[in-house]
T-cell receptor
Framework: GAVVSQHPSRVICKSGTSVKIECRSL??????MFWYRQFPKKSLMLMAT?????????EQGVEKDKFLINHASLTLSTLTVTSAHPEDSSFYIC????????????FGPGTRLTVL | EDQVTQSPEALRLQEGESSSLNCSYT??????LFWYRQDPGKGPEFLFT???AGEEKEKERLKATLTKKESFLHITAPKPEDSATYLC????????????FGSGTQLTVLP
């Protein structure tokens, strides 16, 4: 149980284009989903917290107009990187919480974004 | 400031050589401490949740323990397939379900 999928696993795009990453909880309903960014040999950096049916809460320094998050259902959240630039190249990982306070998060396999 | 510190940064063991990884935390109102395993190029895999001092959890060669200031992940007779980065994270009062992660311990088990 508690499986989270992400699609695509890898994406290469040209500078200036937008990229959408999907995160799905496959066998449970996730009222809260999280989006992280991870740089090589570094720990996870929380970008935003997403609650179903409401606007995402972004961490300080994360541009909400660049990283659009939509949590349309209890099993799906999407992250759209708009007008991507090479500095947006990174490993993006989503996670989903079962919804009880302070419970563990279950992570997706991650998406490697490369912007040329 | 709430902090999570993991040590050592990297650890190399021979197969069968038991050891422990440390995660120390300075948070107000711990609501849970979580251990994850992360393989290169993959998302973290959930291992354990610990909620109160004195609690212990086991899974195969791994055992996690918790005190009021730190947690240990004990690895008994490790195998090469245990090689990975082990991440510790905490949830605390007022964190709104967010986790604060340590920087991880990169474990390499040599055959």
């Amino acid at each position: 149980g508690a499986v989270v999928s992400q699609h695509p696993s890898r994406v290469i795009c040209k500078s200036g284009t937008s990229v959408k990453i999907e995160c799905r909880s496959l066998d449970f309903q996730a009222t809260t989903m999280f989006w992280y960014r991870q740089f090589p040999k570094k720990s996870l950096m929380l970008m935003a917290t997403s609650n179903e049916g409401s606007k995402a809460t972004y961490e300080q320094g994360v541009e909400k107009d660049k990283f659009l998050i939509n949590h349309a259902s209890l099993t799906l959240s999407t992250l759209t990187v708009t007008s991507a630039h090479p500095e947006d190249s990174s490993f993006y990982i989503c996670s989903a919480s079962l919804g009880r306070p302070y419970n563990e998060q279950f992570f997706g396999p991650g998406t490697r974004l490369t912007v040329l | 400031e709430d902090q999570v510190t993991q040590s050592p940064e990297a650890l190399r063991l021979q197969e069968g050589e038991s050891s422990s990884l440390n995660c120390s935390y300075t948070v107000s109102g711990l609501r849970g401490l979580f251990w994850y395993r992360q393989d290169p190029g993959k998302g973290p895999e959930f291992l354990f949740t610990l909620y109160s001092a004195g609690e212990e959890k086991e899974k195969e060669r791994l055992k996690a323990t918790l005190t009021k200031k730190e947690s240990f992940l004990h690895i008994t007779a490790p195998k090469p397939e245990d090689s990975a980065t082990y991440l510790c994270a905490v949830a605390f009062s007022g964190s709104a379900r967010q986790l604060t992660f340590g920087s991880g311990t990169q474990l390499t088990v040599l055959p």
